[in-house]
């Protein structure tokens, strides 16, 4: 990860969105740092690699909802708070087309009451996850910080409105703020089976075809977990004195789109399995978009980052995780 977590020792971080797997890396790499970290923890979790890696043991715990905000309040004024990371949300896209209303409460309510709380207690660096997802379809690719926000489903919508909103509290009330539009992130720790690379390695390792449910056109950006982290990192920094990163948005990617089905038969490959994908789906499917992968110059440009990991050598950590961590894929 650089040198990009150099200046977090001794900070006292709140990460939301911690039990997750991007949030199990970044608190990873703020304890190594030697930062103090709070993490949020809503229900009760035994397969979190924050868990699974005795990570929780190092933090300290509040229990409770993003959106309750006296919670949220408590919790940064307790822990003399300067640091947010807010990862938490509603990440997957056919539940929010199942439950939208859930997906706005969790993703566009809790950005505001934790940003409330932010502002009441003027921490010094904020850092909001929103998603490459924001920008909905365009004709013109890679995405750029400048294309206009028009997303056309549930889950994209949310993440446009918690840019919207979290870049408006630096522009209203100064309150240090960047938001991120990053590509998939993948990487050990993600326990979702319903997303394409892990469901494709528990597939793998199992001795299953791994299951493609479009027709494995689709094409998408993959950002490996910890040049992700790298990117957290390089952001906050870029959050103190005068800095320009305030009020603004950066896109972070591997730098290439690489197809669904590419990516499915590399991880075979990688894996050393010679099964072939179930390819069952036709097109791309229903509130997904066909095409996506972003451009990093700005972020490049602003903090000197850069993706360290290419996708076969990602691939390959990832797997090596997995098989390290068999209740991982257990469930």
């Known amino acids: 990860m650089g040198d990009f977590g150099r200046d977090m020792a001794g900070r006292s971080c709140f990460v939301t969105g911690a039990y997750g797997m991007l949030g199990s890396w970044l608190v990873r790499a703020l304890l190594d740092a030697g930062a ?41 004024g307790e822990h003399e708070i300067d640091s947010v990371f807010h990862l938490a949300a509603q990440t997957i896209v056919g539940t929010a087309n199942r439950s939208p209303a859930s997906t706005f409460d969790a993703n566009i309510r809790g950005t505001w009451t934790l940003l409330e709380a932010c502002r009441h207690h003027g921490v010094a660096r904020t850092v909001v996850a929103a998603s490459d997802k924001a920008y909905g379809p365009h004709d013109e690719l890679p995405y750029r910080e400048d294309f206009a926000l028009q997303p056309r489903y549930p889950y994209d919508v949310s993440k446009a409105c918690t840019d919207l909103i979290a870049r408006s509290y630096w522009h209203t009330y100064e309150l240090p703020v ?24 528990a597939a793998v390792l199992a001795g299953r075809a791994p299951v493609i449910r479009s027709d494995g056109s689709p094409e998408r950006d993959f950002l ?27 896109n972070a990617g591997g730098d290439a789109p690489h197809s669904v089905a590419e990516v499915v038969r590399l991880v075979c490959r990688v894996a050393g399995s010679d099964v072939e994908p179930d390819i069952r789906g036709a097109g791309t499917p229903a509130g997904e978009i066909d095409r ?12 000197g980052w850069a993706p360290a990991v290419g996708l076969e050598d990602g691939l390959r950590r990832t797997i090596d995780w997995y098989r390290s961590h068999p209740r991982a894929l257990s469930g």
């Open 36 to 76: 103090r970290v709070t993490v949020l923890r809503r229900d009760q979790v035994s397969g979190s690699a924050l868990v699974l890696d005795g990570l929780e043991e190092r933090c300290t715990v509040v229990r409770g909802d993003l959106v309750d905000a006296a919670l949220m309040d408590r919790a940064l």
């Open 224 to 250: 490996y977990v910890e040049d992700a982290v790298a990117a957290y990192l390089a952001i906050a920094g870029a959050l103190d004195g005068d800095a320009p990163a305030r009020g603004q948005a950066f």
């Open 178 to 201: 960047a938001v991120t539009r990053f590509a998939n992130i993948y990487g050990g720790g993600d326990l979702n089976g319903s997303r394409l690379i892990p469901e494709a390695v």
């Open 292 to 303: 996506q992968y972003v451009d990093s110059t700005k972020l490049r440009e602003a903090t």
